[in-house]
């Protein structure tokens, strides 16, 4: 039980509200906004783990690796099953090395055009860091994993797989999510 407000002891002077333990005055265990939010941000992240392999029953586009990192994430069964008409968001964060800024400034700029002409392509925005002039994001909406697909056949997407392969990126990484709540 969440108990936000205080409550009073045998002698009536108030107590704070209690947090997962139990007291003198009750055997009951109670928890506290931390926590409910912790166990709330294990439960993805141990589903997650659990179905990682199930990416061979994907469709063949499904599972391509989204991130270019030391930990490839790909569309699992159970994420799939979940996002049952939900849009598919994917963030990407990349490093770009300043030498090829030229180059990639011009490339993405046909990319994200190219995109936003795709059916099934809600948005590509390009967006560069505040803070670092070499890091970019991209946001990307898809109506659905056919929508990803299609977008990572075209011309203009292989002009950035090009760039990554060709090593113009000190880093990137791209995170996938599901649409919740979107305008």
């Known amino acids: 039980r969440l108990t936000g407000t205080s409550t009073s002891s045998t002698d009536g002077t108030a107590q704070p509200p209690r947090s997962l333990?139990?007291?003198s005055h009750s055997s009951e265990v109670q928890s506290s906004p931390r926590d409910m939010l912790a166990r709330s941000l294990l439960v993805?992240?141990?589903l997650a783990a659990a179905t990682r392999s199930a990416s061979?029953?994907?469709?063949p586009r499904a599972s391509t690796v989204l991130a270019y990192s030391s930990s490839p994430r790909t569309f699992s069964s159970s994420s799939t099953a979940m996002s049952a008409g939900k849009p598919i968001s994917i963030i990407v964060e990349a490093d770009i090395k300043p030498e090829r800024m030229d180059e990639f400034l011009e490339l993405i700029q046909k990319n994200a055009e190219g995109s936003r002409k795709e059916p099934g392509c809600?948005?590509?925005d390009v967006l560069r860091s505040q803070d670092d002039p070499n890091k970019f994001f991209f946001y990307e909406i898809y109506d659905d994993a056919d929508a990803v697909a299609h977008h990572k056949a075209q011309p203009h997407f292989d002009l950035?797989?090009?760039f990554k392969e060709s090593e113009g990126i000190s880093t990137s990484v791209s995170k996938k999510a599901f649409g919740e709540f979107m305008s």
């Open 44 to 46: 993805p992240t141990v």
């Open 122 to 124: 809600q948005r590509f």
């Open 160 to 162: 950035w797989t090009k």
């Open 56 to 59: 061979a029953f994907l469709p």
């Open 21 to 23: 333990h139990t007291n």
